[in-house]
DNA sequence: TCAATTTTCTTAAACGTTTACGCACTGTAT
DNA sequence: ATACAGTGCGTAAACGTTTAAGAAAATTGA
């Protein structure tokens, strides 16, 4: 196998030019006449070249690589279908302008930081969701000089691409509240950036609304957790008073909650109502259709690669800046009308 | 920014040998003195040194880098819930290896092949699946001299591993059988390998069983597409004779036989059955969970990477060959027993 | 004690690019 | 004729590694 790579030396010679006139040909530099400039190609074409990334990057310091960070404690990784929406379009986005995409390994098996990690790989630049911000690996990794987006997170002058969870839960209640919901229950993530921008905004919704909200109304859960949702549930559905309607940290979620409504003989959403977020494709096909946060994940993940691209081809014009992405409220029919 | 990368020539300065010796001290060549190899490592820790994966990759011709090609036509890519399940046990294999995951551009504007799109970026080895594999390019890249594992899709004379068809359909039409099904409907996905083997599967445990199949009851659709398998389940709903049970391409394209079922007033599994493929874990949340077959997922991304490491490291001693990794029923509520 | 070996380190070339600089032309203006 | 700028190409060094080959020093064996 392995029949040799053809290299700039060989179509230099076969043109009988330097190996130089070759690399300025091919790069179009202005310093080469049209038909030299012509040959060459002709004959790079025909010997079958393609350059070698690994001495361009040696030579250049740019590897056009995009270093992907992408866990998150539960190890859902890939399979977890928000983040795999975004990065699928940030991926789209970025080979559109030449730029790939690697992980940054998780496993630290080869002693290697994040750091030290995209460093090795000389990557262009680095986008981080999906993730255990506290992670002091993390933190260095931001801290280090390289290209840096974050989704999700804001970190302190860093471009962050975030999702608009505090219009979001605005709206989401302000919804359940127009079907004539008074008392609404809220099962929210563990603590985190995002959690803590939703529920604060749904305090201060309620608060605007004129709604009162007992504590015993408002439980931690956990993302993508139905086990707990499942849990929670129960507890609020025993309560004296329990609510009429309940939020959940997320649609999958969501899923555990209905389980404990089912089980207790209840129906959704005559008996009891329910909303996720997200948005999930699944989540809009079931029935009745999970009343949800449609997260516009296409937008996310192509503004994040581009404000990235930004940064690493102009690093002094790109605005530093955390941009918001709104989502948008898909009415399924698990929120009754009780109005 | 950006201070300076330190480099084996620091690290040779300031312990006053030669690049070589450094060089080897870090990669435990056996020709340095233990005193010399360790002062010269703990050098290199205390001045922050990483190697440059570029450099190396130039002149080793090795990138410890594994590229991914992974799309479909309906361009699902990593929001395909099975292959994103294969990819991420893939991946975490691959990283335990000191592997890293590079995907292979599908966006053909660089007017790059796939096949020039990996030999440029060095790529130790190929991981192709979830793909059109009748397309041209694919067939290059796969015939090109570079290891390749194809998941769920056999080429002459590579590797494969690929998840029993065969015996899923087998168990899970034997299932539905036991269950007094005699009047079964098969939704099966577009034409592929993983298709027809299910089909010839289907037709064969059928004739073991001493079923027959009208032909009617035999229908295309396409995986993950919740639209052709509604569209297909009302025209079985509104055949003469019924089935009393449908299977689906896969647990996602069930769902919209769900929708079509309940639309005409009926319900799962009281007065229609229906089965799924794959075992996705929000197939196992809902009510009723869909009966399905669970693929092993984490078996089949784990060996597809261990084989193609072997076959990059040791290409000599490697089998090439097919393995097999069955899947698992998964019995929800999805059938009824009507026997 | 001295040649033969072994151990430890260095020299130098190479991998495939890019790029600053220099040199030889050609053409134009003095 | 001389000077001058512009055009088109080559020379050579550099990027950070690895590794074959060799050399010096230390060890061994008789």
Chains 1, 2 share one sequence.
Do not use: W
């Not at 025909?46 to 990057?57: C, L, V």
């Not at 998150?72 to 302008?97: I, Q």
């Not at 000389?122 to 990794?141: K, N, R, S, T």
């Not at 127009?178 to 749904?202: C, E, M, P």
């Amino acid at each position: 196998m392995g029949r040799k790579m053809v290299s700039m030396k060989d179509i230099a010679a076969a043109c009988e030019v330097s190996v130089a006139t070759v690399s300025k040909a091919l790069n179009d530099h202005d310093d080469i006449g049209q038909e030299t400039k012509d040959h060459i190609r002709l004959i790079a074409e025909k010997m079958g070249y393609f350059p070698n990334s690994a001495a361009k990057a040696l030579k250049t310091n740019r590897t056009n690589n995009i270093g992907v960070l992408f866990v998150d404690g539960a190890r859902n990784g890939l399979t977890h279908d928000y983040f795999a929406r975004v990065l699928d379009s940030f991926k789209r986005t970025a080979e559109e302008k030449g730029f790939d995409i690697t992980f940054i390994s998780e496993s630290k098996n080869n002693n290697m930081s994040y750091l030290a990690h995209a460093r090795y790989r000389g990557f262009d630049g680095i986008v981080i969701a999906c993730i255990d911000f506290m992670d002091p690996e993390v933190e260095e990794l931001i801290r280090g000089n390289i290209p840096v987006v974050t989704i999700d997170h804001i970190f302190n002058n860093r471009i962050a691409v975030t999702s608009d969870n505090v219009k979001g839960i605005r709206d989401l209640l302000t919804y359940v509240y127009n079907k004539g919901h008074r008392k609404i229950a809220y099962i929210h993530g563990a603590d985190s950036a995002v959690t803590q921008n939703r529920l604060s905004s749904f305090y201060k919704t309620a608060e605007e609304l004129g709604l009162s909200v007992p504590d015993e109304y408002i439980l931690e859960a956990a993302y993508r957790n139905t086990e707990l949702s499942y849990k929670r549930t129960l507890e609020l559905l025993e309560l004296p008073d329990p609510p009429t309607c309940i939020l959940y940290p997320d649609d999958f979620a969501c899923f555990g909650g209905i389980n404990a409504i089912h089980e207790k003989g209840l129906r959704v959403p005559e008996d009891i109502s329910v909303a996720g977020y997200d948005g999930i494709p699944i989540a809009q096909l079931l029935n009745p259709q999970i009343t949800s946060i449609s997260q516009n994940t296409e937008m996310l993940g192509k503004i994040a690669a581009n404000k990235l691209i930004d940064l690493i081809t102009r690093p002094k014009t790109t605005l530093i800046e955390q941009v918001v992405v709104e989502g948008q409220l898909f009415e399924g029919q698990s929120v009754a009308d009780i109005s």
